[in-house]
């Protein structure tokens, strides 16, 4: 399977920490993507790093690209209870037509 | 809220039955995608749709077809269905970049 890999499965932590989630992938790639999930819901778009780049920022987001390791991590600073959901990491195949694959996901809740 | 139209929101039927998602994409989106979200499955990319003409084709059943109409709007067909069916299905559409924008989903229940 071509599907990425995230970990944790789970995260809980306190308003105010950080949460950092990684992802690790197995094929080339031509970027890699973040999407939240509320529960139920639709995917939302949070950030594109492109295979030639390393490092990320958008707002309280910081994501990371080790194209040697085939990793990722998104790291959200100074969380909020509102920040509580599910957060995947999504990449397209070099050659793959936009074929995009998921990870599993990690469930974040932040506790207010 | 995203643009990505999908109807209807829940949709509950029988094993055997067939049932018809449909999805309006983003005003000028010629991309449209279907994925199937599941708790044992994660979420799994089934078909993609480019003006009109499959693109790419992921973990998609025989018993699903899809098509993208003339008005780019899009329809997931499901057949024979399964208890295994029940699942959260996806629509999502680009302009033919790489981010795409996802519907609210039909959640479809076989029993």
């Known amino acids: 399977s071509q599907q990425g890999e995230e970990d944790p499965q789970a995260l809980s932590i306190q308003e105010g920490e950080n949460a950092t989630m990684n992802c690790s992938y197995k094929t080339s790639i031509n970027n890699l993507q973040w999407y939240r999930q509320n529960s139920g819901r639709g995917l939302v778009h949070l950030i594109l790093?492109?295979?030639?780049?390393r490092e990320k920022h958008s707002g309280r987001l910081r994501v990371t690209l080790d194209t040697s390791k085939k990793s990722s991590s998104l790291l959200i600073t100074a969380s909020r209870a509102a920040d509580t959901a599910s957060y995947f990491c999504a990449f397209v195949g070099r050659g793959n037509n936009n074929d995009m694959r998921f990870g599993a996901g990690t469930r974040l809740t932040v506790k207010p | 809220d995203s643009g990505v139209t999908q109807t209807p929101k829940h949709l509950i039927t029988a094993t055997g039955q067939r049932v018809t998602l449909r999805c309006s994409p983003r005003?000028?989106?010629?991309?449209v995608y279907w994925y199937q979200q599941s708790l044992d499955q994660g979420l799994q990319f089934l078909i993609q749709?480019?003006?009109?003409?499959?693109?790419a084709k992921g973990n998609i059943l025989e018993r699903f077809s899809a098509q993208q109409f003339p008005d780019l709007h899009s329809e997931l067909n499901l057949s024979s269905l399964e208890l295994g069916d029940s699942a959260l299905y996806f629509c999502?559409?680009?302009?033919?970049?790489?981010?795409?924008?996802f519907g609210a989903g039909t959640r479809l229940s076989v029993l």
């Open positions: 790093i492109r295979s030639n780049e």
């Open positions: 005003s000028g989106d010629l991309s």
């Open positions: 999502a559409s680009s302009a033919g970049g790489y981010i795409q924008y």
């Open positions: 749709y480019y003006n009109g003409e499959e693109r």
